[in-house]
């Protein structure tokens, strides 16, 4: 069993920059394919982004992708989602997720494990 534990989300303005991390207990997190989704208000989670278990696939949405970057870091059990130029559209509670998967996938069907969330708000 993996528990995973978001953090690092809150409040800033447009153009700027955040960075939300998750951190994984239960077991190590080398061995798990990990992705981040978001939440806006009233819409449906979408993916956006995920890291292979051993950082040779990443794949981002297509939207998100020239903004966004996922990496990880093994040793202290986490993984990181470094958000850039942000937009008010950006609002949303993100997710952090992990499956056994070797491969990275960008389908919320394809994770084992999920955390609460974390809340980031970007303000006009």
């Known amino acids: 069993q993996v528990q995973l534990v978001e953090s690092g989300g809150g409040l800033v303005q447009a153009g700027g920059s955040l960075r939300v991390s998750c951190v994984a207990s239960?077991?190590?997190?080398?061995?798990?394919?990990m992705g981040w989704f978001r939440q806006a208000p009233g819409k449906e989670r979408e993916f956006v982004a995920a890291?292979?278990?051993?950082?040779?696939?990443?794949i981002y949405a297509d939207s998100l992708k020239a903004r966004f970057t996922i990496t990880r870091d093994n040793y202290k059990n986490t993984a990181y989602l470094q958000m850039n130029s942000l937009k008010p559209e950006d609002t949303a509670v993100y997710y952090c997720?992990?499956?056994?998967?070797?491969?990275?996938?960008?389908?919320?069907?394809?994770?084992?494990?999920w955390g609460q969330g974390t809340q980031v708000t970007v303000s006009s």
């Open positions: 997720a992990a499956t056994s998967r070797e491969s990275a996938v960008p389908r919320e069907e394809g994770y084992d494990y």
């Open positions: 239960g077991r190590t997190l080398s061995t798990y394919t």
């Open positions: 890291l292979s278990w051993n950082g040779r696939n990443t």
